[in-house]
């Protein structure tokens, strides 16, 4: 792998070319595997895969679809569970990865998506949630997955959640089966999420919106209004669940759906542990949740809310996260997230509007940068924005936010601090409706209307003070093809960039590199992932390491020294595909069925990766 000239440490790879190939493509020097594929075993008792004869039962103990978000942990480390390692030979790995959502058409021969049988509902609901899986790293470097492992655990629609904080119990989280509004079943559309430092998962439930239906028979002009601001609008599902469980017809059970849109965490190491819903970090299309803890070890989480024109939001625990194993620092530590102050980012620039015309075009002094505030909205249960009580701002989080004037953002997908600086990224994906209908036009944060393919935001907060409420910000990135005059390179020259649209995943590599997947590209490649180092000389100088199958997203990127894992995402996803006619052949080849799956990729000569 000793390619790529002089480039930053970690990013020494020849850059793979934007590509429309129906494969994972990575750069020469360097190996993939595939390490779980829709359907393969997880749980004791998985049957072999069998697409043509899938039950729920099946899946229920199989691999999830469409994999998104991936956690990786030591698999002994178990925070006072350290019992389960010995495994693997250079100490196992504990994946926790999300099941975003399905897509039938793809799944099952001869779908009919109006009547879908209520088997097929089952299988959707078993395939949604996450999956907890231990793997081991073989002779050589592989990394390969352990089925049956004792920690292994498929969370499903259908799992016990716990809801918990100042919102759960309230009037608006209860429901005929749950009249003391505490207990939900199951988790849906889990993008991205987070590990905390004291050693759980955390995971967004995203677009839940679209699993509920008949939002239109609502007929309470205030309910009609809050439903519509989460994208609640229609009568029938896609899906059509309604029809094998009244809990998805909003007529029916008006409060379920504000039982999804939370961030949910997960104690990976006790398989018998009930995840939760936490409540105090607001409702909203979650799309991750990345910790970072105060210098006296406060908890504070930052958190997209991905949809056009919405916000940038962060956490701050009131109490401080305790260090060690034992069982009473471990029930301290599952309380952290229950008790704090919620508050949503609002963004101001630093040259003359006049400046800001929408094309992307710089401002005189050079950059897009300014300073921003987070504004408080509730903590604990005081609410600090006028006519809302402290339960409906956790609950209808938007709405809150809309009244504190925040800064409506291009799609705030998923958010990083960087471990090494404490800087925080923000990828802010695209928003091809900014400036267009008298909707919200460009400004020095977001400063392309009609944007295609989105830019990544930096946030430094005030002191280095995660707590704090002053920030200061520029835009590292404005993407897309570097000979478009409105692309940003933090100055990089930009003829010795990739070409880069549409940034979603982050992660950085041990180096302190920034690392970004994309979903969505729209600049006739394959999506694909991209280091970058975000200081020294070689900042912002952009790099394809890998790209996917056609259709497919990239999501969790993993970068450590040893490998890169990516979550292959709705492979062959296009207009007009189905399991009938697949428009892929990714991974098993032809005739075979296309599989969301796990892909590892390491450098041939076992060195470390960008070496
Ligand atoms: Fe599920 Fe916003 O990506
Ligand atoms: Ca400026
Ligand atoms: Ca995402
Ligand atoms: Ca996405």
Not at 315 to 321: D, L, P, Q, T, Y
Request: proline content about 7%; hydrophobic content about 35%.
């Amino acid at each position: 792998a000793a390619h790529g000239g002089e480039a930053a440490r970690g990013l020494r790879f020849a850059p793979v070319a934007p590509n429309t190939r129906d494969a994972v493509v990575v750069p020469e020097g360097y190996v993939q595997d595939v390490l779980i594929r829709w359907g393969d075993p997880v749980l004791a008792g998985a049957p072999v895969f069998d697409p043509d004869r899938q039950t729920a039962r099946a899946q229920a103990l199989q691999f999830g679809y469409n994999c998104d978000y991936m956690a990786v942990l030591d698999l002994s480390h178990g925070g006072g569970h350290g019992t389960y390692g010995g495994h693997g030979r250079h100490g196992g790995q504990l994946l926790v990865v999300n099941h975003e959502y399905t897509t039938e058409v793809m799944m099952f021969r001869g779908y009919d998506a109006d009547n879908p049988t209520r088997e097929q509902v089952e299988i959707a609901w078993a395939a949604h949630g996450l999956t907890v899986l231990a793997a081991e790293e073989q002779r050589g470097g592989r990394l390969t997955a352990l089925p049956r492992h004792p920690l292994n655990r498929r969370i499903t629609a259908t799992t016990p959640f716990e809801l918990t904080g100042p919102a759960a119990g309230g009037e608006l989280l209860r429901t005929t089966a749950d009249p003391e509004g505490r207990t939900v079943l199951g988790t849906l559309n889990n993008c991205g999420g987070g590990i905390t430092p004291w050693g759980t998962v955390l995971s967004g439930e995203e677009n839940f919106n679209q699993y509920f239906a008949n939002a239109d028979a609502v007929t309470d002009p205030a309910t009609k209004e809050r439903l519509a601001r989460y994208g609640l609008e229609g009568g029938a599902s896609e899906r059509k669940w309604e029809a094998y469980d009244d809990r998805f017809d909003l007529s029916k059970e008006p409060n379920e759906v504000n039982r999804f849109g939370w961030v949910v965490e997960i104690d990976p190491y006790d398989p018998e542990s009930t995840p939760r819903k936490r409540t105090a970090l607001g409702r909203f299309k979650h799309e991750a949740a990345e910790p970072r803890l105060t210098r006296d070890g406060r908890a504070v989480l930052y958190m997209g809310d991905d949809e056009r024109f919405d916000y940038l939001y962060k956490f701050v625990s009131k109490e401080r996260m305790r260090r060690g194993h034992g069982s009473r620092v471990r029930e301290h530590n599952a309380k952290l997230l229950d008790e704090g102050t919620l508050y949503v980012a609002k963004f101001s620039g630093d040259s003359p509007a006049g400046e800001i015309d929408g094309t992307g075009k710089l401002p005189e002094d050079g950059e897009f940068d300014g300073r921003g505030e987070w504004i408080r909205l509730a903590g604990g249960d005081r609410s600090y924005v006028d006519g809302m009580t402290a339960e409906e701002v956790y609950v209808y989080t938007r709405i809150a936010a809309d009244k504190a004037g925040a800064t409506k953002m291009d799609r705030p997908e998923d958010v990083e601090p960087s471990p090494r600086s404490g800087k925080v990224y923000v990828a802010l994906t695209n928003n091809t409706d900014r400036g267009k209908d008298g909707k919200a036009p460009a400004d020095e944060a977001n400063p392309r209307n009609g944007n295609k393919h989105g830019q990544v935001l930096e946030l430094a907060e005030h002191r280095d003070d995660p707590a704090g409420t002053r920030f200061a910000w520029r835009l590292f990135l404005v993407c897309g093809d570097p000979e478009d005059p409105s692309t940003y390179f933090a100055g990089f020259p930009k003829e010795r960039v990739s070409p880069i649209s549409c940034p979603d995943n982050l992660a950085f590599d041990p180096y302190g590199n920034l690392w970004l997947a994309t979903d969505g590209n729209a600049l006739e490649s394959n999506d694909g992932l991209f280091g970058v180092a975000v200081r020294g000389r070689r900042e912002g100088e952009v790099k394809q390491f890998l790209t996917v199958p056609k259709g497919a997203e990239v999501c969790g990127p993993v970068v450590t020294e040893e490998r890169v894992l990516v979550a292959v995402q709705h492979p062959g996803e296009v207009d007009g595909a189905s399991a009938d006619k697949p428009a892929s052949q990714w991974p098993d080849g032809p005739g075979k069925a296309v599989r969301p799956s796990v892909v590892t990729v390491r450098a041939e000569d076992g060195g470390p990766i960008g070496a």
